[in-house]
T-cell receptor, first 114, second 111 residues
């Protein structure tokens, strides 16, 4: 059964204190791994898609990496506006290629204090 | 482009009442999805429509029905609301089943 586990559940950082969020996944075949940001009271906002082990994507202070078992979202010198819940989702290549179904983790809530 | 829009933003229902949540996208996407988000449960897929004219059940379809009205619109209907359906509902769309783009959500309370 496809499964996505994110850790930690919550993370508090001081402004400028770099850290990483983890997303471990189990799928029979990975079609894609997706990172989203969700602010309170809003819908998830797409950040990155990773397709194969070794791939990396960057956007401002965020960098996403992928291995065969997990993905990391590295946050470099975070600012208070980076505070949000970060969601990870996977798409199984077996049976979902025409549907786009995603399996989501429960998210990591990041708080960055000034 | 407005992206994905959802109506209403908030709704309170009594047990047994029915309602339809509306979703529309203006990105010319072919696939559309309905999720619910509950504390501690994450986002769970209710129904999806891989293309116009098709709909399929997701992980938690019981108590819901959907209609893919055209390429732009995908509605979710609760025929007889129950307190267990109190949740935040999100609609999403994607092109060729890749990354999904989400709407702002509908916050539903069933008393």
């Amino acid at each position: 059964e496809d499964q996505v586990t994110q850790s930690p559940e919550a993370l508090r950082l001081q402004e400028g204190e770099s850290s990483s969020l983890n997303c471990s996944y189990t799928v029979s075949g990975l079609r894609g791994l997706f990172w989203y940001r969700q602010d309170p009271g809003k819908g998830p906002e797409f950040l990155f898609t990773l397709y194969s082990a070794g791939e990396e994507k960057e956007k401002e202070r965020l960098k996403a990496t992928l291995t065969k078992k997990e993905s990391f979202l590295h946050i470099t010198a975070p600012k208070p506006e980076d505070s949000a819940t970060y969601l990870c989702a996977v798409q199984d290549a077996n049976g979902s290629s025409n549907t786009g179904k995603l399996i989501f983790g429960q998210g990591t809530t990041l708080q960055v204090k000034p | 482009n407005a992206g994905v829009t959802q109506t209403p933003k908030f709704q309170v229902l009594k047990t047994g009442q029915s309602m339809t949540l509306q979703c529309a996208q203006d990105m010319n996407h072919n696939s559309m999805y309905w999720y619910r988000q509950d504390p501690g449960m994450g986002l769970r897929l209710i129904y999806y429509s891989a293309s116009e004219g098709t709909t399929d059940k997701g992980e938690v379809p019981n108590g819901y029905n959907v209609s893919r009205l055209n390429k732009r619109e995908f509605s979710l209907r609760l025929e007889s609301a129950a307190p267990s359906q109190t949740s935040v509902y999100f609609c999403a769309s994607s092109k060729y089943s890749y990354e999904q783009y989400f709407g702002p959500g509908t916050r539903l309370t069933v008393t």
